[in-house]
C-alpha cells in the first residue's frame, strides 16, 4: 500500500468525519451522521491496520505483535458494541464519560511507547534522541490524555451517583486554597513538559503525569452536580485535542483530523452549554465553576405546602385545553416513560389538542439527552422545540406539563441572589396551567427549591412518570 493511497483513505475517512458531525447537528440527520461517522472510523482502523501489517514485514516475532494488536481490537470492539447495546437512556452519559477516559488513557499510553521506542512509531531512526519539536507534542498529548482520564473517572461516578466514595458524589467537594494548589500543580506540570522537551528526561516525563492524573482529579471535583452537562462537553474537547497532539508526534493525519473535529466541536458545544447555563466558559475550563449552590440552596429549604392532584384530574384539565407544551426531564428518562408520553399526545392530538415538546439545552445529564429520548420514541420532529422557539409560546398555552425536569424550568434563575440567577429556564411558569410530575418534591440537581411548584396555577402529581403518564391516558378515554 503506497503511502498516497493512505493519505487518500486518510482524507475520505476525514471527510466522513466531518459528514458525521454536520448530520448530528439536527435529530432528522442524525441517524445519516452516525452512519457517516462510523464509515469513517471503519475506513480509519482498516487503513490503519493495513498499514501495520506492511510496515511489520513478516517476521515471527513481529507476526505474533500484529496477532496481539488484532486480538485486542476485536475484544476492544466487541466489549464496546456490548457495552452500547446493553446501556440504558439513562446512563448514557456515564458511558459518554467512561469512553472519554479511555480516550485519554489511550493517549497516555501511546506516548510512553512512542517516549521508550520512537523508531517503532517511524519518529527517529533507531538510537537517535527524539527531536524537541516531537517531545513537547507528546508532552502535551500525555498530558492532556491524563487529565481527560482521571477527571473523566471522576464525571463517571458523579453522574452515576451510586457510590459512597466522596469525590463521586454529585455535591462539589471544595477546601480552602483549591484554586490556589491547581494553579500551583498547572505550572509545575508544565514545567516538567517543558523540562522534558529540553532535556529528553524520563523522569520529568512521568512526574508531569503522574501531576496530569491528579490535576485533572482536582479539576473536576468541585463542580456541583448540576453542571455535569457541561463537563461532559468539556472533557469529550479534551480527548479531542489529547488524539490531535499525539497525531503530530506520530506524524498521522487521521488522529490530527479527527482530534480537532472533535477537540473543537467540543469547545463549541461547551461554550453553548455554558451560555445555556449562564456560566463562565474560562471558568469551566479551569474547573472552578458551579460549586456553590448547593450549599447556599440547602440553607434555604423549607416546608411549604403545595396544591396536589391525581390522574384523574389532570385528565379532565387536558380536556378542556387547546395548547399543551410537554417539559421532559431527568425524571422522565429514569422512568422510562417516553413511550407513554407520545401516546398520551397521539390522543390529545386526535382531540384537537396542538401539543409541542420542549428542550432545554442541559436537560437531563448531557447535552441532546431529552432529544434522544422522544426520538427514541420516534415523536415527530415538528413537535419538538428548543428554548428560544418555545419561550414566547409559553404564555399562550393552556397547560404546560413537567415530566421530571426542576432546575431548567425554576424561576429562581430570574431572582437575583439565586445560585442559578441569569441561567435561561423554560418559561412553563407562564403557562394558564402547570402540572408538575416528580417522584417527591427533593430538590433537583442543583440542589434548589423551586417556586414553581408553589404557585397557585400549578397542581403536583406525585409518582413514578411512566405510571402517572398511563393513567392520564386511560383516564382520558
Not at 240 to 268: C, D, K, T, Y
Request: aromatic fraction near 8%; hydrophobic fraction near 55%.
Amino acid at each position: 500500500m503506497s503511502m498516497n493511497l493512505v493519505t487518500l483513505l486518510y482524507l475520505v475517512a476525514s471527510v466522513c468525519f466531518i459528514q458525521a458531525l454536520k448530520g448530528l447537528s439536527h435529530p432528522t440527520t442524525s441517524i445519516r451522521g452516525n452512519l457517516f461517522g462510523m464509515a469513517g472510523m471503519a475506513i480509519a482502523i482498516l487503513t490503519t491496520a493495513a498499514l501495520i501489517v506492511q510496515l511489520s514485514g513478516a517476521s515471527a516475532g513481529k507476526t505474533q505483535g500484529m496477532a496481539a494488536l488484532l486480538t485486542a481490537l476485536l475484544l476492544g470492539g466487541a466489549a464496546g458494541a456490548v457495552m452500547a447495546h446493553r446501556v440504558e437512556m439513562t446512563k448514557m452519559p456515564e458511558l459518554v464519560a467512561f469512553m472519554h477516559s479511555m480516550i485519554g488513557l489511550a493517549a497516555v499510553f501511546i506516548a510512553i511507547a512512542a517516549v521508550a521506542e520512537p523508531w517503532a512509531f517511524q519518529i527517529v531512526a533507531k538510537g537517535q534522541p527524539i527531536p524537541a519539536g516531537n517531545r513537547l507534542e507528546l508532552f502535551l498529548g500525555a498530558a492532556i490524555g491524563a487529565i481527560t482520564f482521571s477527571g473523566s473517572v471522576i464525571a463517571f461516578g458523579k453522574l452515576s451517583g451510586k457510590y459512597r466514595l466522596r469525590l463521586f458524589q454529585g455535591a462539589p467537594v471544595q477546601f480552602a486554597g483549591q484554586h490556589l494548589l491547581n494553579l500551583g500543580l498547572g505550572l509545575a506540570t508544565l514545567g516538567l513538559g517543558l523540562g522534558f522537551m529540553l532535556t529528553g528526561n524520563w523522569a520529568a516525563f512521568f512526574a508531569m503525569l503522574a501531576l496530569s492524573f491528579v490535576l485533572g482529579l482536582l479539576i473536576i471535583i468541585p463542580i456541583g452536580g448540576a453542571d455535569m452537562p457541561v463537563v461532559v462537553s468539556m472533557l469529550n474537547s479534551y480527548s479531542g485535542w489529547a488524539a490531535a497532539g499525539i497525531g503530530f508526534s506520530l506524524n498521522n493525519a487521521m488522529l490530527i483530523i479527527a482530534g480537532s473535529l472533535v477537540g473543537s466541536s467540543g469547545a463549541i458545544l461547551s461554550y453553548i452549554m455554558c451560555k445555556a447555563m449562564n456560566r463562565s466558559f474560562f471558568n469551566v475550563i479551569l474547573g472552578g465553576f458551579g460549586g456553590d449552590a448547593t450549599a447556599v440552596a440547602a440553607a434555604d429549604q423549607r416546608q411549604r405546602s403545595v396544591k396536589s392532584g391525581s390522574a384523574d384530574d389532570v385528565a379532565f384539565v387536558l380536556g378542556n385545553a387547546e395548547t399543551v407544551v410537554i417539559v421532559p426531564g431527568y425524571g422522565l428518562a429514569v422512568a422510562r416513560a417516553q413511550h407513554a408520553v407520545k401516546e398520551l399526545a397521539a390522543k390529545l392530538t386526535s382531540k384537537g389538542v396542538t401539543v409541542k415538546y420542549a428542550i432545554h439545552p442541559v436537560a437531563g445529564r448531557m447535552p441532546g439527552h431529552m432529544n434522544v429520548l422522544l426520538a427514541e420514541a420516534e415523536v415527530p420532529y415538528d413537535q419538538v422545540f428548543e428554548m428560544e422557539d418555545i419561550n414566547g409560546e409559553f404564555g399562550q398555552a393552556d397547560v404546560a406539563i413537567i415530566l421530571g425536569a426542576n432546575d431548567v424550568v425554576n424561576p429562581a434563575a430570574h431572582t437575583k441572589g439565586s445560585p442559578i440567577y441569569g441561567m435561561p429556564i423554560l418559561e412553563a411558569y407562564r403557562a394558564k396551567t402547570v402540572i408538575v410530575n416528580k417522584r417527591s418534591m427533593a430538590a433537583g440537581y442543583a440542589g434548589l427549591d423551586n417556586e414553581l411548584f408553589y404557585m397557585d396555577k400549578t397542581m403536583m402529581v406525585f409518582g413514578d412518570a411512566k405510571k402517572v403518564v398511563e393513567d392520564i391516558g386511560k383516564a382520558m378515554e
